[in-house]
DNA sequence: GATAAACTCACCGGAAATGGTGAGGGTGAT
DNA sequence: ATCACCCTCACCATTTCCGGTGAGTTTATC
């Protein structure tokens, strides 16, 4: 088994297309013997991408719903960091009873893993098995593979990023210390006032900062620039 | 080998204490064969947190001088999301080059590999491990290991947030799906003006949400309340 | 040694965001 | 059914930010 999630990471990284990709991905179900094998994007703006196994009525109804807003799965990814079992999260809620009712109808199962994974450009993904199984089974299963799913997640995601934007590797917008100085502290929440006073700098100056970093980054106001910075990691709050 | 990998993250996980979890992690120079290994955050508000096997005199003088705003393994490490080779960076600039010579003199090996950790509250750490050796057979410990390394730095992430904030299972801010939209489109470089037009909703509304928002994130303006969202994962841009 | 980039400072007018206060209807939970 | 929270709309005065234009010094790279 353990022979063979090596060779399937290997497989992985090898993928030359999407298409293919999709096809090594869903042989994941022969090897863990389970249902259903999902990635996803998470991100709200910019092309999401979906590559799953579920029946298609059932994900074309997620997205004409926008259930990705109610399903816990999802908003419990965005305060996890490991893996983490679907029987963990907080069915409790009128909303995501009737959600699980629906993904039980749609052919998804009642048992659930997903591998949350983060990246530099502040990408996030969620990567996913389903299956349906007594609960002692689940763990089981869970207890075995925790820790290959972590990495599966994260082979498919570097995958899928560098066929999806092939250049990527180098950096793109790089920032001055002083623009760095300005952005971070302006994230931090101070005014432009309190970040010259901070910097020692005169106010006049600390504008210059933001706006030569507006400008590489191409935003439209500093907190654009900001939020961009982050999400590119230049900046850290 | 495969073996001794698997206890240690199981002895990692169920570390009691941080000064446990250092030895633990220490223990990874026998079962690697290596010189140092070096666990730290990147966060440059916040408390920073370390764990390493250098030599004190050099993490000493290393925080003292900032050098992780010249050190290319940090530096890099905000663009990248698979481990990677320090071979791989960039030591051409006259300031890493210098870097680079004075890391020898501190102990520093002349070989490295990092793995970024992402984390869901904004964490960004870096797992480490360092040798001296010719570039050949750092190639062939690399490529047997990357996936290990991998491993290896989420875990030792997890346990330390664990042993960090012990009651950080939860969820800490909720935002209404309105909040959220207002915040994302504010990321997103709208104004005020645009975002209330996107939303179909008066300026004023978009006002409350952004308000309400930064109530619940305890941000000084609306920049500040976009760059916690962000880093918060509550919204992703 | 030239060229580019970073760092520093300054003025002005118009545009946008903020803080405070108020109010009504809807929905979910205890 | 009461409480809490969410969604929606409005005004006013003050603070802050934006866009454009200009210019001198230092540092680094070719």
């Known amino acids: ?6 060779t399937f990471l290997e497989r992985v990284e090898q993928c030359k297309s999407l298409v293919e990709l999709n096809a090594v991905v869903a042989g994941l179900r022969d090897i863990f013997q389970v249902n259903h094998v ?3 994007s998470v991100n709200s703006l910019g092309e999401p991408y979906a ?13 004409s719903e926008a259930l990705y807003r109610v399903d816990p799965v999802v908003l419990g990814a965005f305060q996890r960091f490991h893996p983490y079992n ?27 893993v997903s591998v949350p994974v983060r990246g530099p450009h502040g ?17 089981r299963f869970l207890s075995v593979h925790m820790p290959d799913l972590l990495l599966i997640g994260h082979y498919i995601h570097a995958s899928i990023r560098a066929l999806e934007f092939p250049g990527e ?7 001055s210390p002083r623009e760095t100085d300005a952005l971070r502290l302006l994230g931090a929440g101070l ?23 507006r400008s590489k980054l191409n935003a439209s106001n500093t907190t654009h620039a900001v939020a961009k910075a982050l999400a590119q990691g230049l900046i850290n709050i």
Chains 1, 2 share one sequence.
Do not use: P
């Not at 990408?123 to 763990?139: M, P, R």
């Not at 590797?169 to 920032?175: A, I, T």
């Open 191 to 213: 005014n432009r006032g309190r970040a010259a006073e901070q910097l020692k700098i005169s106010e006049h100056t600390l504008r210059v900062y933001i706006e030569s970093a």
């Open 51 to 63: 590559l799953a196994t579920y029946d298609q009525e059932w994900a074309e109804y997620y997205e």
């Open 38 to 40: 999902v990635y996803h």
């Open 123 to 139: 990408e996030f993904a969620l990567f996913s098995i389903s299956h349906t199984c007594s609960d002692e089974a689940w763990a």
């Open 1 to 6: 088994m353990q022979n063979q999630i090596e």
């Open 86 to 112: 679907w029987k963990s999260l907080d069915w409790e809620k009128k909303t995501a009873r009737q959600f699980f009712q629906e993904a039980q109808d749609g052919g998804v199962g009642n048992q659930g």
């Open 169 to 175: 590797d180098g950096s793109y917008v790089v920032l």
